[in-house]
C-alpha cells in the first residue's frame, strides 16, 4: 500500500496533478485530498522497526505513537517524548526559523552548524563514503562531528533532529529494555557509548539532546579506531532534565520531567547495563558526560562486573598523564621527575579526580606504589573547586577528593577556600590543569603569576570544552608566558606566531586520543574488564610516541592527522597489557594463545589488519539475509 501510495503521489507529480485510476475511484480528485484520507487508513506494512524509519513513505519520525513502537518494534530507537504531526510542523517552522538565531556566537556558529548539517546529511545517505571523507579530512573536520561543533549541536538537538540515529531508553521503559535491545536491527555491536545527558561537554544538563556526543564519539571509533560502523550503538539514557529552560522548550524531543535520582535512577542504569550485556555478551560499553555525582559511582558499581570505563574519569586521566609526562620532558628532565611536579587542579569532578588519581599513581610507581608512596605523591596536588582551594578544614568534603585536601599549617599553607590567584602565586605550579568547564578562568593574572623562578617552562591545560569553556586560549597564554611555556587544551586552538620566526605550539588535549584505542585493544584481547594496568599501558604508550625533537618544540600529543595511527599504537599496548594480566580471551580471529605467541610488533600488525576501513564491498542479491 505504502509504494503504492508514493507511486500515485509520484505518478500526479508527471503528470502534472493528474491522478491515475485508482486514486480516481476515491470521492475526490483532489490529491492532497486523496492522501490525506488514505492516511488515515490503515496502512498494511511488511516492515518492522529501523526500515520503517528509514522508509520515507511509512517514517512518521517522532511522531510514531507507542502503540505502533511497541507492536512494530521500534520502542527505544526514538526520542521517547510521542508527538503529533501538526506539532512535527510547528517544530519544523520554528526550527526553520529560529535555529540559526538562537546560535551562541553568531556568524561561525552558523556556518560550523551548516557544515555538520552537511555531514550528518551524508552520514544518513551512505555510511562508507562519510567515513572516508572524515578519514581523509580529519583535522577539517573532527572540530564539527567532535568539540566544539558536537556542543553547539547538543545545544540544539532538538531543532536539528531529522533521521533517529541510535537508541533511547527512559524510565518509561522500566521492565522492557531486555526486550527493547532486539529492536536495534545489527546482530552484533562490538562498542556503546551511553549518555544520560546530564553534563554535556562544560555546557551543563542537555537531557535528552546529550545524544550528539555518544554519536560525535563514535564517529571517533569508526574513524580512528577502525570499529566497524555497522556494529556500534550510540544510546542516551533518558531520565528527565533540570533544565528549565529544555523543559520549556517546545522543541524539546525529551521527557519533561525533572531528573529521576537515587534508587529510580539506579534501576534505569541497571536495567541498561544488564539489556545490552543480554543481547551482546562482549560489548564494551563507554559511559561518557554523566555529571560527577553519578560518574565515579557508577564506574565502581559496574568496572568489575562488565567490559566497561568511564572516559571522562580514564580517558581524560590518561591523555593528562601522556602530556604531563611530555611537560616534564620539554622542561629537559626525566619523566620520572613527574613525582617532583608540583600541578594545581582547577576543577573537581569527574575528570579532575580522574586525572590526579592516576598522575599520583604514575608519580609514586617511581618509588613503588604504596599506602605511603601515595600518600606522599598526594602532597604534590592543589586542588580547587568552585568554593576555592580545598583543605581539610573543608565541610561535607566529597570523599573522593579527601586525600588531597591541603594543610592549612606547615610550609606553602593556604586557607580553605583560597582563590586560584592565591594559590598560583603561593604554590608556584609547574603544571596548571583546567577541568572546571568555566571560560577564561585563567585569566590575565593568574598566567602573570605562572611566570615564575621554579620553573622556566610552565604547563598550562585548558582542558575544559567546548571552545567558550577553555580556561583560556593559546593566544592568551603564549602571549603572557612567552613561547616557553607548553599548552594543551580540549578543543582546537590555533598555534600562535610569536615573531621573528617563533611560534607557540598548541597541542590538542583531548580523551579523543585515547578512548578508540582503549575500545578497540580491549575488542581485539577480548578482554573481561577494562583494567587500570591497561589504562596505563595506553598513556604510556601515547607519551611514547612524542620524539625528544616534538617536546622540546613543546609539541606533546601527535597531530589530530595521526589520530588513526594513534589508536593503532595505543590498541596494541592494550591488547598486550590484557594478555600480560591474563584478562584476554581473544576473538575468533585470534584467540589468547595466538595473542600470547604474538610479539609487540606483530601485534601492531594485528591491530591495524583488523581495523574496519571504508571501501566498497561487491553486492549480490541473496534470498537468505546471511552476508557471504
Ligand atoms: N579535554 C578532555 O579530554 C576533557 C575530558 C573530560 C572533561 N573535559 C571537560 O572538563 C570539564 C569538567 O568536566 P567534569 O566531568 O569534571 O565536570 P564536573 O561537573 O564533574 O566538575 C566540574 C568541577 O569544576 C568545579 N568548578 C566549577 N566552577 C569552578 C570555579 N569557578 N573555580 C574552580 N572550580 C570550579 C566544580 O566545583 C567541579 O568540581 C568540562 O568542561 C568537560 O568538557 C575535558
Ligand atoms: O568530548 C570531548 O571533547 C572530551 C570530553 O569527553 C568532554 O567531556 O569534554
Ligand atoms: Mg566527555
Not at 556 to 566: E, L, N, W
Amino acid at each position: 500500500m505504502a509504494s503504492r501510495l508514493g507511486s500515485l503521489v509520484r505518478e500526479s507529480a508527471k503528470n502534472g496533478g493528474r491522478i491515475g485510476s485508482w486514486a480516481r475511484s476515491l470521492a475526490s480528485a483532489d490529491l492532497s485530498r486523496a492522501y490525506s484520507s488514505l492516511g488515515n487508513r490503515p496502512i498494511l506494512v511488511d516492515k518492522r522497526g529501523a526500515d520503517i524509519l528509514h522508509d520515507p513513505w511509512l517514517n512518521k519520525g517522532t511522531a510514531h505513537p507507542q502503540v505502533e513502537r511497541d507492536s512494530l518494534g521500534m520502542r527505544g530507537l526514538l526520542p521517547p517524548n510521542v508527538i503529533s504531526l501538526d506539532q512535527q510542523v510547528a517544530r519544523f517552522g520554528l526550527s526553520f526559523r529560529s535555529l540559526e538565531r538562537k546560535t551562541k556566537d553568531g556568524e561561525s556558529d552558523v556556518r560550523a552548524l551548516a557544515q555538520w548539517r552537511l555531514l550528518n546529511r551524508l552520514h544518513d545517505r551512505n555510511e562508507t563514503l562519510y567515513y572516508r571523507v572524515l578519514i581523509d579530512n580529519i583535522k577539517e573536520f573532527a572540530p564539527i562531528v567532535y568539540t566544539p561543533t558536537v556542543g553547539l549541536v547538543c545545544q540544539n538537538y532538538s531543532g536539528l533532529f531529522r533521521r533517529t540515529r541510535g537508541m533511547y531508553f527512559s524510565a518509561k521503559d522500566k521492565g522492557l529494555m531486555a526486550s527493547m535491545v532486539y529492536n536495534w536491527p545489527s546482530e552484533r555491536v562490538d562498542v556503546i557509548v551511553v549518555t544520560d545527558g546530564s553534563r554535556i561537554l562544560g555546557l551543563g544538563d542537555l537531557g535528552v539532546q546529550g545524544i550528539g556526543i555518544p554519536i560525535g564519539k563514535l564517529d571517533l571509533y569508526v574513524a580512528a579506531g577502525g570499529i566497524n560502523p555497522a556494529r556500534v550503538l550510540p544510546v542516551c539514557l533518558d531520565v528527565g532534565t533540570n533544565n528549565t529552560a529544555l523543559l520549556e522548550n517546545p522543541l524539546y524531543l525529551g521527557l519533561r520531567q525533572p531528573r529521576l535520582e537515587g534508587e529510580e535512577y539506579l534501576a534505569v542504569l541497571d536495567e541498561f547495563m544488564e539489556a545490552v550485556y543480554l543481547r551482546w555478551p562482549k560489548v564494551i560499553v563507554q559511559h561518557e558526560d554523566f555529571q560527577n555525582k553519578w560518574a565515579f559511582s557508577m564506574l565502581k558499581r559496574y568496572r568489575n562486573k562488565y567490559r566497561m570505563f568511564n572516559d571522562d574519569v580514564q580517558g581524560t586521566a590518561g591523555v593528562a598523564l601522556a602530556g604531563i609526562l611530555g611537560s616534564v620532558r620539554a622542561m629537559g628532565r626525566p619523566m620520572s621527575d613527574i613525582s617532583k611536579m608540583r600541578v594545581v587542579v582547577v576543577g573537581a569532578g569527574s575528570a579532575g579526580l580522574g586525572v590526579v588519581n592516576m598522575v599520583r599513581e604514575s608519580m609514586a610507581m617511581a618509588e613503588g606504589v604504596s599506602a605511603e608512596t601515595l600518600k606522599k605523591a598526594a602532597e604534590n596536588f592543589w586542588i580547587l573547586d568552585k568554593e576555592g582551594l580545598v583543605t581539610e578544614e573543608r565541610k561535607d568534603m566529597d570523599p573522593d577528593v579527601k586525600d588531597y585536601a591541603r594543610s592549612v599549617n606547615g610550609s606553602l599553607a593556604l586557607p580553605e577556600g583560597a582563590a586560584l590567584l592565591d594559590v598560583v602565586k603561593k604554590v608556584k605550579p609547574d603544571v596548571l590543569l583546567g577541568l572546571s568547564g568555566v571560560g577564561g578562568i585563567f585569566n590575565k593574572q593568574i598566567l602573570e603569576a605562572m611566570k615564575h623562578e621554579r620553573n622556566h617552562r610552565p604547563a598550562v591545560f585548558a582542558m575544559s570544552n567546548p571552545t567558550s569553556n577553555a580556561e583560556c586560549s593559546s593566544t592568551d597564554c603564549f602571549k603572557i608566558l612567552g613561547g616557553n611555556c607548553v599548552f594543551a587544551s580540549g578543543s582546537p586552538f590555533p598555534d600562535v606566531d610569536l615573531g621573528s620566526g617563533a611560534v607557540g605550539k598548541a597541542n590538542q588535549g583531548n580523551n579523543m586520543y585515547l578512548f578508540p584505542g582503549i575500545g578497540l585493544g580491549t575488542y581485539l584481547a577480548g578482554a573481561r574488564l577494562v583494567t587500570d594496568g591497561m589504562l596505563h599501558a595506553a598513556a604510556e604508550r601515547l607519551a611514547s610516541m612524542m620524539s625528544a625533537e616534538d617536546v622540546a618544540k613543546g609539541v606533546i600529543f601527535p597531530p589530530v592527522t595521526d589520530i588513526r595511527a594513534v589508536a593503532k599504537e595505543v590498541g596494541a599496548a592494550v591488547v598486550k597489557a590484557a594478555v600480560d594480566e591474563d584478562l584476554a580471551e581473544g576473538t575468533w580471529s585470534a584467540d589468547v594463545r595466538d595473542l600470547r605467541a604474538m610479539s609487540q610488533d606483530e601485534i601492531v600488525e594485528y591491530v591495524e589488519r583488523m581495523m574496519w576501513s571504508p571501501a566498497y564491498s561487491p553486492l549480490i542479491y541473496s534470498k537468505s539475509k546471511e552476508s557471504i
